[in-house]
């Protein structure tokens, strides 16, 4: 297969990976002002550092069995030979995962107290657990669907989640008020439901068998990990607590919601790129055309970063305003600063590819280390004197290193051909445009009164025809009427934000032809012709 072809059906599976996403998303958004009422700043919070001690259970078993499964499975000659490598992984997983869950259930009051400061959180976290031993033996069993290249089986199962939450949530959340408790309710029947589905499915295809010399390499491979995992554990969770400590809850709340705007760059583009690249990525690294074919999936998915990240950038602080109280906003600078710190963490997993292809997990461990270690540093040094601001300056110097690390480290292993002459002009063009098109603003215009006069009835009738005009004893309304010019605004600076789209066809990193999704779908024969 030539080079062409592996990133055009790269791009075939993604989009349909992607669709998936995009449509559960949506949803998703149009639910987060009621959320957001619902819960409030101190839920999201609270959901925050349930999310750490899930974090800390994450850690002591780390993702390195799967990843150890995606780098043995191309590797085994005979389809028993995978077979059993899926099966076995799956079992060891969930021997791990329950080892580690069961202490977390016995000390649940004591958790519960230091997470949330109240023994009476207890419950709270044994909820969390529960939910965290099928989401972690589910993602093992899920991963198999994504060797097997099924886009489609696999955006099935994360529509249906979707619907299942969205339902659960609704349930719970709005219609019994149980806030934080619903939510961890929803989470815990979603992650039962499709881990059973996911498990049925993988042991249908590769049945039940253990193979002890297969568990032995995969442990061989993933240990030297765990070291990594339990700094970036600190390295991920650090900030939160600092800003608890000096700032409170509510804060931490504040910063939780950025990240969840903020993490649509990873929904939107990379994993539906991962899900379909990884295994790819895999499967002809060892080929004459593979370096090259590295180097450029790694200029194009970090060029859509970049223009998602433009969006982002623009667009949280308008949505932030319109969507939720007040408590919640952030300005333009802390929102872009936040997606480029996004954008380099997501950068430095395609840059240490020569580690994990060399089977360097120990080195691997080292640079998450070295990084932590600064990260605490600069985090206890800026988050007590500026906020939130502190900690995605930190985020930023701390990915930056750890790219750069990760690059000069794996290069001796495996050698990719990276364009960083595109890298640094598209670099330089998106700090620009995002300057350039942050400066529009309808308030400094003078129009922001009249667009509010003249869309509000529209707005109003929007909001009645969805039955959400008694949200919070009609507060919902209230924001929505007031706030049309914003809406304007973000509508702008989305249009001004396609102006990256044609400087990336300019370099040719973006062909034409790439961003028409009938060409996209057309058969295999056809699409090879695309150039990247």
């Known amino acids: 297969m030539k080079n062409r072809s592996h990133i055009s059906s790269t791009f075939r599976h993604a989009i349909v990976y992607g669709g998936a996403t995009i449509l559960t998303k949506i949803i998703s958004f149009t639910m987060l002002p009621i959320y957001a ?39 085994k000659e005979t389809e028993e030979e995978r077979k059993t490598l899926v099966s076995t992984t799956i079992i060891m997983m969930f021997m791990l995962v329950v080892g580690v869950s069961i202490p977390l259930l016995l000390l649940h009051k004591q958790i519960g107290y230091l997470a949330l400061g109240s023994y009476d959180y207890g419950y709270y976290i044994i909820i969390a657990i529960l939910a965290f031993v099928c989401e972690m033996t589910s993602r093992t069993a899920e991963s198999y669907i994504l060797i097997q ?22 349930y719970l959340i709005v219609y019994r008020g149980m806030g934080v408790l619903g939510f961890l309710y929803s989470s815990l029947i979603c992650s039962f439901v499709l881990s059973f589905i996911n498990h049925s499915y993988t042991f249908s295809f590769v049945g039940i068998r253990f193979e002890k010399s297969m568990a032995k390499d995969s442990l061989r491979f993933s240990l030297p990990l765990i070291p990594g995992y339990i700094a970036m554990f600190f390295r991920g969770n650090v900030d939160r607590v600092i800003m608890r400590t000096f700032m409170g809850l509510a804060q931490v709340g504040t910063y939780e919601m950025l990240n969840k705007f903020v993490s649509l760059i990873g929904v939107m583009i990379v994993d539906p790129f991962s899900k379909s690249w990884d295994p790819k990525r895999l499967e002809i690294c060892e080929t004459p055309e593979g370096p090259d074919v590295i180097a450029r999936m790694f200029t194009l998915q970090l060029s859509l970063m970049f223009f998602f990240g433009l969006i982002l950038g623009l667009e949280i602080p308008l949505m932030l305003r319109i969507l939720t109280p007040k408590e919640f906003w952030v300005s333009s600078g802390v929102a872009f ?6 954008i380099l963490s997501y950068s430095y997993y395609q840059l240490y590819f020569g580690l994990m292809y060399a089977k360097k997990t120990n080195k691997i461990s080292r640079i998450q280390i070295i990084s932590s270690v600064m990260d605490m540093g600069f985090n206890f040094l800026l988050i007590p004197r500026f906020g939130i601001l502190g900690a995605v300056i930190t985020s930023c110097i701390t990915y930056s290193n750890q790219c750069c690390i990760a690059f000069f480290m794996s290069r001796g292993y495996y050698k990719i051909p990276f364009q960083w002459n595109k890298i640094i002009k598209i670099s330089i063009v998106i700090i620009l445009l995002f300057i350039g098109i942050d400066q529009f603003s309808v308030e400094k215009l003078g129009i922001a009164s009249y667009l509010n006069q003249e869309m509000a009835p529209a707005v109003t009738s929007s909001i009645k025809f969805l039955h959400l005009e008694n949200v919070k004893n009609g507060k919902l309304m209230f924001y929505a009427v007031n706030n049309v010019s914003l809406l304007f605004e973000a509508i702008v600076k989305l249009i001004l934000s396609m102006l990256f789209l044609l400087f990336l066809i300019f370099l040719n990193i973006l062909p034409r032809r790439i961003i028409n999704i009938k060409t996209l779908l057309q058969p295999r024969e056809s699409i090879s012709e695309i150039s990247l």
């Not at 600063?337 to 996004?342: D, E, G, I, T, W």
């Open 149 to 170: 290249q099924k886009p489609f089986l696999f955006s099935a199962l994360a529509v249906f989640r979707m619907l299942l939450g969205l339902s659960l949530n609704i």
């Open 337 to 342: 600063l936040m997606v480029m710190a996004r």
């Open 37 to 75: 009422h619902c819960i409030g700043a101190e839920g999201y919070g609270m959901i925050g550092m349930i999310d750490m001690v899930i974090s800390v259970a994450t850690l002591m078993i780390g993702y390195g069995i799967n990843t150890a499964m995606w780098r043995f499975y191309f590797q």
